[in-house]
């Protein structure tokens, strides 16, 4: 009796199959300095992150206007208060610099709750310098606003009396109140000092003792 025999494998034929075809994976290769690398970014990104907590927590004295200050006004004590602010870099004012602020003039108009910087302040004021004068008014009810305060602008009008003759005129277009009488001593009347064109002052002078001069505030472009 026969015993069957299998047939043999050929050797070639079994490697020609589609796993024979599949080529050896190599072993991941670890990149310690890409690792290094981002582990360094991430501590970079906290670090930066705790410095900017830290600076928004950092408060500094400057100043604030309390009142209103007129373009090329003296500031006085009464102008200014201290506030609480964070450093963020702009170039405020500090309140450790106050004394030297009161010897110093104001660029432009500020009103109140303005923080005052560098660019705010000068050392001269433009408006008392050469070819200006200061000028005393005594004015009357209905001859001046109510609510005018130092640093509005105001136009000097010439307002001849019934008995005179001659028209209603502009005598200072762009007058700066340089201050303010009390007028809680004196119901609707008050005094005012207005800087004006030195050119200007006598005329401006001459009517006000007759009691011709009246002031109207001009509202200023916003």
């Known amino acids: 009796m026969r015993t069957s025999e299998k047939p043999a494998v050929n050797a070639a034929a079994a490697l020609s199959g589609p796993a024979s075809r599949k080529l050896p994976v190599p072993p991941r290769e670890r990149k310690p300095a890409l690792a290094a690398l981002a582990v360094l970014l991430i501590l970079g990104g906290a670090l930066a992150t705790t410095l900017l907590v830290l600076r928004s927590g950092d408060r500094v004295s400057a100043v604030r206007i309390a009142q209103q200050v007129g373009a090329g006004q003296r500031f006085t004590a009464q102008d ?29 108009t500020l009103v109140p709750g303005t923080l005052l910087t560098v660019e705010m302040v000068n050392g001269a004021s433009s408006e008392l310098g050469p070819g200006k004068a200061t000028v005393g008014l005594s004015l009357k009810a209905g001859q001046m606003p109510a609510d005018v305060q130092e640093g509005d602008r105001v136009q000097v009008i010439f307002v001849p009396a019934r008995s005179s003759q001659g028209q209603s005129r502009v005598l200072a277009a762009n007058a700066l109140v340089h201050t303010v009488g009390d007028r809680s001593r004196t119901a609707n009347s008050g005094q005012l000092t207005i800087v004006v064109d030195a050119s200007a002052a006598p005329e401006i002078v001459a009517f006000a003792s007759s009691g011709e001069i009246a ?8």
């Open 215 to 222: 002031v109207a505030e001009v509202t200023e472009a916003g």
């Open 80 to 108: 200014i208060e201290e506030v609480q602010i964070a450093g963020t870099g702009v170039d405020f004012v500090r309140w450790s610099q106050r004394e030297q602020l009161l010897r110093s003039f104001a660029a432009v």
